[in-house]
């Protein structure tokens, strides 16, 4: 019944952006960070970024951090991903997901935080 369906996704030439938005259906994430992950082939699961509900506390990867923009709608229950200066290493599926509840002190990163996934979007950036 919970459902969050990513989109946005596609291909991308180096350098460009691309603007993904996840729409959460089934319950009111009110209470529930919300993130996005992506994995890329022969990689693991990567945490990119998350908010919280009422903003503020965004967390960001390193490796994304100045490039990627986190941002929740909290009338439409959604959570965005801005991606700008996009590189062939960008290439993967990108998933939106939620907690249950609000994430431990430390937990925002971690994946098992996180129990509620989309069905992924795929990125590919050209060289």
């Known amino acids: 019944q919970v459902r969050l369906v990513e989109s946005g996704g596609g291909l991308v030439q180096a350098g460009g952006s691309l603007s993904l938005s996840c729409a959460a259906s089934?319950?009111?994430?009110?209470?529930?960070?919300m993130g996005w992950f992506r994995q890329a082939t022969g990689r693991p699961r990567e945490f990119l970024a998350a908010?919280?509900?009422?903003?503020?506390?965004?967390d960001y990867a390193e490796s994304v951090k100045g490039r990627f923009t986190i941002s929740r709608n909290n009338a439409y229950n959604a959570v965005y991903l801005q991606m700008n200066s996009l590189n062939p290493e960008d290439t993967a599926v990108y998933y939106c997901?939620?907690?249950?509840?609000?994430?431990?002190?430390?937990?925002?990163?971690?994946?098992?935080?996180?129990?509620?996934w989309g069905q992924g979007t795929q990125v590919t950036v050209s060289s």
């Open positions: 997901a939620a907690t249950h509840g609000p994430p431990g002190t430390g937990w925002l990163r971690n994946h098992e935080s996180y129990i509620y």
């Open positions: 089934g319950r009111t994430f009110s209470d529930s960070a």
């Open positions: 908010a919280t509900w009422e903003g503020g506390h965004d």
